[in-house]
């Protein structure tokens, strides 16, 4: 009974992880590279490189050896771990052939730039080219990605001499070439020499890139380059795994056309989009929008609305109730408007609610993502606290959900106002265990006394909801705040079934601690408490009681207690199960007697 009801705690996820490296350990038989490559796509990274630390095949298999390596790059760039990615880098076996070394440093450092890694990517090439131990189609592609390398840095002046140096040694007319040739003007402000180099590149990425060098250049209005993003994004392919990219892309072209046009209404849209996905690293582009620029069209939007009714500043009324009335046919105004106020909004209360209405629009547009991007814009709430409470409660569900629990437990801290009618109690109650999932154990502990210590008594109910959170401290190991928690609520629950069980739980912390005396009396007293030791719950307590002083060394009693077990029994295999447990202990007594280690 007690495993069932411990089964509905946060250890079921221990368990499962527990098999799922059960079955992957297992699959020795299993291609290497189809076990990294699902683990890695699943999330589990940190148990994918482990894997590939203990099963990489040796530097002999060469081919092998570097379709590992290039599995192991594609985490470090997941996670983000340039430090790692590095330094593996500088562990190259020597004795990998040349030939392998360079496509090894070479993968390697295109997997920096396509993350914004620069300056550490120009060291590893420098040495590719002074080493003189590449052929020339390889020194031409490191010479490339030198220039695509000051790029990143925006070391502008650097990036052109390197391109003029290239152009006359190679004079080199493909297709690539002029993309990083185009991407180069445009960034060093040749706006109309841009566009026409890249106006030879037929990617969607880089048509992109036209129309912007075009808008900059006044070569089309902002209507032609806005028609011409629409184009783009009707035809781009959706199954392209580049596609977000190019969709970022597109809407950050329509937001700075937009506003070039004075289109404030088309710029909401476009930053709407661009913000309602995480947004991908794109270091090429020269176009970069934030949050704050999203925040300032929503004003300048919702002003323009409001002026085209003459509504007056200071009358929120009048203007709210024009805000409802564009709601069906006009969202964007509608919302703008809502920001508009609540930003404006010198009434805290009235600030609150408004801040959480305009939440709620975009919440109801499918657009709670932009919401979080929105507020968690540090330009307009420097520390999380600045956030009004409504859209902190309103994050933490959001959150919860998505299963992002150190956010929701950030919006979470000493944010001490309820929500959606819950009381105080329920509120800490969420606090304390996001707070616990989060890893925050002492905030989590903190609050949790808040709940128990002013009552003079618990009900079952309430009791039975904060030992779920004890349970969650147990599964992290931290038994000697677990244990002062139980003793705690024991003393403030009448139901003596529930003081059974938490005698059993108090077992089992001390079990965990070393304590097996203790544990072992717990145990038992949860098994006589009701006076009834042998029904289900007191075998189980019985049994965990026989384990703890066979732990302890004291294998008499024990013995005694599997035997009184083995008496009642009626199940055939718990009764082997105890047999071979009384087994293991006569030869654990018989290995005393004789003196055995």
């Not at 890249?198 to 880089?206: E, F, I, K, P, R």
């Not at 089992?508 to 006589?528: M, P, Q, T, V, W």
Request: with cysteine; proline share 3%; aromatic share 8%.
């Amino acid at each position: 009974m007690a495993e069932q009801v411990r089964s509905a705690t946060s250890r079921l996820g221990l368990g499962l992880l527990f098999f799922a490296w059960s079955v992957c350990a297992a699959a020795d038989n299993e291609d290497l590279f189809a076990r990294i490559e699902r683990l890695n796509k699943s999330g589990a990274t940190q148990l994918a490189l482990r894997i590939l630390d203990s099963e990489q095949p040796p530097v002999e298999q060469i081919e092998d050896w570097l379709r590992a390596e290039q599995l192991r790059f594609a985490i470090y760039r997941k996670q983000e771990a340039w430090d790692a990615l590095t330094g593996r880098l500088d562990r190259i076996p020597a004795e990998l052939p040349l030939i392998y070394q360079h496509r090894v440093v070479t993968h390697a450092v295109e997997s920096l730039l396509q993350s914004g890694v620069g300056t550490a990517s120009r060291k590893y090439l420098r040495d590719l080219i002074w080493r003189g131990s590449g052929d020339s189609l390889q020194v031409a592609h490191w010479r490339r990605l030198v220039i695509r390398s000051y790029l990143v840095n925006d070391l502008l002046v650097d990036a052109r001499i390197a391109m003029a140096r290239y152009q006359k040694e190679y004079a080199p007319t493909d297709q690539d070439w002029s993309y990083l040739y185009g991407l180069t003007l445009l960034k060093s402000g040749a706006f109309e020499q841009a566009a026409a180099r890249l106006s030879l590149v037929q990617t969607d990425g880089a048509r992109i890139l036209m129309w912007l060098a075009r808008l900059r250049a006044g070569i089309d209005d902002p209507g032609e380059v806005i028609k011409q993003a629409e184009a783009l994004y009707e035809k781009v392919n959706k199954n392209d795994e580049q596609q977000p990219n190019v969709l970022q892309r597109i809407w950050s072209l329509q937001a700075e056309a937009a506003a070039a046009a004075g289109n404030m209404g088309l710029r909401v849209k476009a930053l709407e989009r661009l913000f309602s996905r995480p947004l991908r690293a794109d270091v090429e582009f020269p176009l970069e929008f934030m949050p704050a620029h999203l925040w300032q069209a929503y004003e300048e939007l919702g002003a323009d609305a409001g002026n085209r009714q003459n509504l007056l500043v200071g009358d929120t009324e009048s203007w709210l109730r024009h805000a409802a009335e564009l709601r069906s046919e006009h969202v964007y105004d509608a919302r703008a408007m809502y920001a508009l106020l609540a930003l404006r909004s010198r009434n805290i209360e009235q600030m609150d609610r408004l801040h959480g209405d305009f939440y709620d629009l975009l919440r109801g547009a499918d657009l709670e993502f932009v919401g979080i991007s929105l507020y968690k814009d540090p330009s307009r709430f420097s520390k999380i606290d600045q956030i009004p409470p409504s859209v902190r409660h309103r994050i933490v569900n959001y959150a919860v959900q998505k299963r992002d629990l150190g956010l929701a437990a950030a919006m979470a801290r000493d944010l001490t106002t309820t929500y959606a009618g819950q009381s105080p109690d329920e509120w800490k109650l969420v606090r304390a265990r996001l707070a616990i999932y989060a890893g925050e154990l002492s905030a989590g502990k903190a609050l949790l006394y808040e709940l128990i210590r002013p009552q003079a008594s618990l009900q079952e109910d309430k009791a039975d909801r904060i030992l779920q959170l004890v349970f969650d401290l147990q599964s992290v190991g931290q038994h000697a705040q677990a244990l002062e928690l139980f003793q705690l609520i024991l003393e403030r629950v009448r139901s003596e079934n529930l003081q059974r069980e938490i005698h059993f739980w108090i077992g089992e912390s001390l079990k965990d601690l070393g304590e097996y005396e203790r544990a072992a009396e717990s145990f038992i007293r949860s098994a006589f408490y009701a006076g009834d030791d042998l029904d289900m719950w007191g075998q189980t307590a019985r049994y965990h009681a026989a384990e703890a002083l066979a732990e302890g060394g004291m294998l008499e009693d024990a013995q005694e207690m599997y035997d009184d077990l083995l008496k009642v029994t009626t199940d055939p295999a718990r009764a082997m199960s105890l047999e071979r447990k009384i087994q293991d202990l006569w030869l654990r007594k018989q290995g005393l007697e004789r003196g055995d280690n």
